[in-house]
């Protein structure tokens, strides 16, 4: 029997960004899948239960306060984990009592800050007793 590998959904609108997130995510050998922007991401979320969610703040149609908001809103979605990667240098404050400010880096951001991050998530997530 084979074990599924955690699932990552990345929510960017910047292709470039979202490009590299999945990049390393996938070097991580996470499976990962992609939304160009929040409509895209609660979508997905409808359909697939990620590990971690990597959640842009500004971004067309939902941004991301909304995205979270909806998640948390949602009995299905409220324990997520979720990744705040975004531009403002202000959303540590921002984001603290919603995904914690351990939770939120700021663009440019480190790629090896960001996998500790997702690798912390997700061993945080898994039931005791796991390997």
């Known amino acids: 029997m084979s074990v599924r590998p955690p699932l990552i959904l990345i929510i960017e609108d910047d292709a470039s960004v979202r490009g590299l997130i999945e990049t390393m995510m996938e070097m991580q050998n996470y499976e990962v899948i992609v939304a160009k922007d929040g409509l895209e991401g609660l979508v997905k979320l409808e359909f697939r239960h990620p590990s971690v969610v990597i959640l842009d703040v ?9 995205v979270l908001k909806e998640m948390r809103e949602d009995v299905r979605m409220r324990n997520v984990p979720v990744l705040v990667v975004t531009g403002r240098a202000s959303a540590h404050e ?11 880096i700021v663009k440019p951001f480190d790629p090896e800050e960001l996998a500790h991050r997702v690798a912390e998530l997700i061993a945080d997530e898994r039931p005791k007793g796991w390997g």
């Open 58 to 66: 500004m971004m067309p149609n939902i941004d991301g306060g909304r």
């Open 94 to 104: 921002d984001f603290d009592g919603v995904v914690g400010s351990e939770n939120v």
